[in-house]
């Protein structure tokens, strides 16, 4: 079992940056492969980042690569999104995520996957 809680969500103008950060519980944290989703009202739910377990390869959206890193600390079992030059477009409720199944076997972008979800953190980038 385990537990994600989010934060670092906030209001920014666009241009800006935010720093997303994800609490997990438990001691098998590093054993797991974990993503970034986000959802944007009337949207489908949808992947922004992906990292494998021991964080040595990512998978990101083409929406947002060169702009989001994704990262892990796996010794403070927290995960981080750094998302800088932020646009409109990007404001959704940003969820993370956690599935056993190692990254490279694919199906990173795909929710239903995922075993465990955290309960979100509103991102909004103003024009």
């Known amino acids: 079992q385990v537990q994600l809680v989010e934060s670092g969500g906030g209001l920014v103008q666009a241009g800006g940056s935010l720093r997303l950060s994800c609490a997990a519980s438990g001691r098998t944290f590093s054993s797991y492969t974990m993503g970034w989703f986000r959802q944007a009202p009337g949207k489908e739910r949808e992947l922004v980042a992906a990292i494998a377990s021991n964080g040595k390869s990512t998978r990101y959206a083409d929406s947002v690569k060169g702009r989001f890193t994704i990262s892990r600390d796996n010794a403070e079992n927290t995960l981080y999104l750094q998302m800088n030059s932020l646009k409109p477009e990007d404001t959704a409720v940003y969820y993370c995520?956690?599935?056993?199944?190692?990254?490279?076997?694919?199906?990173?972008?795909?929710?239903?996957?995922?075993?465990?979800w955290g309960q979100g953190t509103q991102v909004t980038a103003s024009s």
């Open positions: 995520a956690a599935k056993k199944t190692p990254l490279l076997y694919g199906w990173a972008h795909v929710a239903s996957t995922y075993e465990y």
